[in-house]
């Protein structure tokens, strides 16, 4: 039964948008060599895992879980699954819950929509090379257009405040996820990365028991929970919780340590 090793990718891989350091590409790259499947889980979209995924080896068994598991890719580029919103949602949570002080937007695939602008705008363009911005006060969407994700930037006490603003109508419509102090996200309610997960292991015919998975954030959580969860030694307490085991922080190499010493094996 083949292994799949899923990663997350800012405080699990990257800090600041930092490439792979040596280790922990080694590392990686020995388990592509053996066969063994990857995958990148992100809430980023496809061009923001393709330039991750780019910096290992060339294999056809590297997997891109996108926006939290709305859209998953195989190597070639070739799409698995897709469970999208519509740009109905957005303007609904747009007019719920914008302030001065929040950027709201929308990935479309690859590229990004908003009314607003600055610096979470320019962040997000910048951090995952987005094919296009399109500014909707210039450029009409159909109401029943699908988008990828929506997503809320705002300083983290304005948005530590947001999430308890949030209502439960939109709690029971989307799913709702926590990325970092400053993001709150929003897809569709019937994925997460873990169920990006289950996909690729549906894909590529092994089993949960065969799945280990790395992350530190909430949008990891379920994913920690449901498979071979390592936890970085940054992570969260909660995700801390319900990891089999905890790593070294990401500043410290940590997936490459757990690799190089957990999984020494394989």
Same mark, same amino acid.
């Given at each position: 039964m083949t292994e799949l090793f899923v990663?997350?990718?800012?405080?699990?891989? #990257?800090?600041?948008?930092?490439?792979?350091?040596?280790?922990?590409?080694?590392?990686?790259?020995?388990?592509?060599?053996?066969?063994?499947?990857?995958?990148?889980?992100?809430?980023?979209?496809?061009?923001?895992?393709?330039?991750?995924?780019?910096?290992?080896?060339?294999?056809?068994?590297?997997?891109?879980?996108?926006?939290?598991?709305?859209?998953?890719?195989?190597?070639?580029?070739?799409?698995?699954?897709?469970?999208?919103?519509?740009? +109905?949602?957005?303007?609904?949570?747009?007019?719920?819950? +914008?302030?001065?002080?929040?950027?709201?937007?929308?990935?479309?695939? &690859?590229?990004?929509?908003?009314?607003?602008?600055?610096?979470?705008?320019?962040?997000?363009? &910048?951090?995952?090379?987005?094919?296009?911005?399109?500014? !909707?006060?210039k450029v009409k969407m159909d109401d029943? %257009?699908?988008?990828?994700?929506?997503?809320?930037? #705002? %300083?983290?006490?304005? #948005?530590?405040?947001?999430?308890?603003?949030? !209502?439960?109508?939109?709690?029971?419509?989307?799913?709702?996820?926590?990325?970092?102090?400053?993001?709150?996200?929003?897809?569709?309610? #019937?994925?997460?990365?873990?169920?990006?997960?289950?996909?690729?292991?549906?894909?590529?015919?092994?089993?949960?028991?065969?799945?280990?998975?790395?992350?530190?954030?909430?949008?990891? !959580?379920?994913?920690?929970?449901?498979?071979?969860?390592?936890?970085?030694? &940054?992570?969260?307490?909660?995700?801390?919780?319900?990891?089999?085991?905890?790593? +070294?922080?990401?500043?410290?190499?940590?997936?490459?340590?757990?690799?190089?010493?957990?999984?020494?094996?394989?």
């Amino acid at each position: 039964m083949t292994e799949l090793f899923v990663f997350d990718v800012d405080g699990t891989l #990257s800090i600041d948008n930092s490439p792979l350091t040596d280790l922990d590409k080694r590392e990686i790259n020995k388990l592509l060599s053996h066969g063994y499947s990857v995958a990148i889980a992100s809430g980023r979209p496809l061009c923001g895992i393709k330039v991750v995924l780019d910096q290992l080896m060339d294999s056809p068994n590297k997997f891109a879980i996108c926006a939290n598991g709305a859209e998953v890719f195989d190597g070639n580029g070739k799409q698995i699954s897709k469970h999208c919103l519509k740009f +109905k949602d957005y303007l609904h949570i747009y007019n719920r819950y +914008k302030s001065k002080d929040r950027t709201i937007y929308l990935y479309k695939g &690859n590229v990004l929509a908003s009314f607003d602008k600055g610096k979470f705008i320019n962040m997000e363009y &910048n951090w995952n090379f987005m094919e296009g911005f399109v500014d !909707l006060n210039k450029v009409k969407m159909d109401d029943d %257009e699908f988008i990828t994700k929506m997503e809320i930037g #705002s %300083e983290p006490e304005d #948005s530590a405040k947001l999430e308890k603003e949030i !209502l439960p109508d939109d709690w029971m419509t989307y799913n709702v996820v926590r990325s970092g102090d400053t993001f709150i996200e929003m897809v569709h309610k #019937s994925v997460d990365k873990k169920t990006g997960v289950t996909n690729v292991m549906s894909y590529i015919g092994t089993t949960r028991e065969h799945v280990h998975v790395f992350g530190d954030s909430m949008n990891d !959580l379920l994913m920690i929970k449901e498979f071979d969860g390592i936890a970085m030694g &940054n992570a969260l307490p909660i995700v801390k919780k319900y990891a089999k085991k905890i790593t +070294k922080s990401v500043s410290e190499d940590g997936v490459g340590y757990a690799l190089s010493t957990w999984f020494k094996e394989y």
